[in-house]
């Protein structure tokens, strides 16, 4: 693999892992974003409905888990390829 390609792959790699770190915070910034907003409610509902309003919902949990997910495949690919790039080719 010449520099060229190499130096895309490593872009495209570091996207990856940046892309994977805005979808986890996002995830998690929408839900203390809730939280923080409907937290005061505690004590003026009922339990139940506190519970099911400040819980984290589906999305924010697919978000989270998404992003880390991407950020964990994005840094392992990374690692492998650098460790790829540093190992001399055997003939």
């Known amino acids: 693999m010449n520099g060229s390609n190499r130096n895309a792959l490593y872009v495209t790699l570091a996207t990856t892992c940046i892309v994977g770190v805005f979808l986890a915070g996002l995830g998690l910034g929408s839900y203390f974003i809730r939280y923080g907003n409907l ?53």
Do not use: N
């Not at 505690?42 to 978000?63: C, H, N, Q, S, W």
């Not at 991407?70 to 790039?85: H, R």
């Open 39 to 91: 937290d005061s409610l505690e004590g003026t509902i009922p339990d139940e409905t506190y519970l099911r309003v400040t819980g984290m919902f589906g999305t924010e949990k697919a978000l989270l888990l998404a992003g880390l997910v991407i950020v964990l495949i994005g840094a392992i690919a990374f690692i492998v390829t650098m460790a790829k790039a540093k190992k001399p080719a055997s003939y």
